[in-house]
């Protein structure tokens, strides 16, 4: 076992439902311990800015059903500098910080490799992210939430959609990723979801739409996540709209509702168990890995190996979202 009188803890990148809990359960696992957390305000620019405070039990309480995070986030350029990287450990020795926790996506644990190689600060991350773009982990802090949401609305906009009779483009967060286009979009029984991993064959698309028409079937739901290769949900229409000009479509672009709200029970289980698994494995002396759930066990995978290319995208969801539409 590691000793640690004092560790920090902070959120970076996007915000997402369920940071709040892992911030909890790393708080109270830590006091368990006996090392005293400190909290980082802002991520690595709170670090650097020095905006770092005591967390005691209490100050965690009320917060596991809370989104967004207590400790603010951002992204910060300025710790990819090595005046950046220079400042911010020069802070965390003020404190006697000797380990990190970090809840947020790659570039968090990249930036966490670099200030190790740098200052040999060791660090176990947490994947917090609604896009669920990590290798190592089934399922990332807040995309269970995020689907949710995203399904919640795209219900609402099936029973207007099959009123009028019309096809809607629905445009889902995910800049590099697709697995919230692909998860809600199975969850509502679209017809057609457009993801930045696997490129859609428009004209394979167009036909089948046209052959709904033929057949009466007049209301389509189609997903597209924004960062699809078609250029999201406006760029969408204008091509099906050129292509088909007597099909009436409209537009919906859900944007950040899907990153807040109250975290899901799923979301708030993973954020608990990684939180509390984090602090023993530095404990222990892990390092530089992230914590994630596989088949329902926790595991720890190195930084380098947790980016999104490394996770295999599930290519039979896509074939079978056509099966299960017709
Ligand atoms: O990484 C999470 C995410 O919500 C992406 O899906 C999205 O593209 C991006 O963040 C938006 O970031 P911002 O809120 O900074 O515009």
Redesign the pocket.
Known sequence: MKTFKNIGLLTS??DSPGMNAAIRAIVRTATYHQVQPFGIMRGYQGMIEGEILPLQTTDVSNIIQRGGTMLKTARSKEFMTSEGMQKAYEQLMRHNIEALVLIG?DGTFRGATAFFEQYNIPAIGLPG???NDLNGTDFTIGFDTAVNTAVEAIDKIRDTAAAHDRLFIIEV???DAGYIALHSGIACGAEHVFIPEQQEILDEILHSIQDDQKRKKLTNIIVVA??DEYGGALKLQQTIQKAMPTIESRVSILG?IQ?GGSPTANDRMLASRLGHAAVEALLQGKSMMMAGMVNNEVVFTPFASCTKLQKPMPHDLMAMIHVLAK
């Open positions: 990148g996007g996506g992210t609604i896009d967060m995910g800049r924004e960062g950040h990153r």
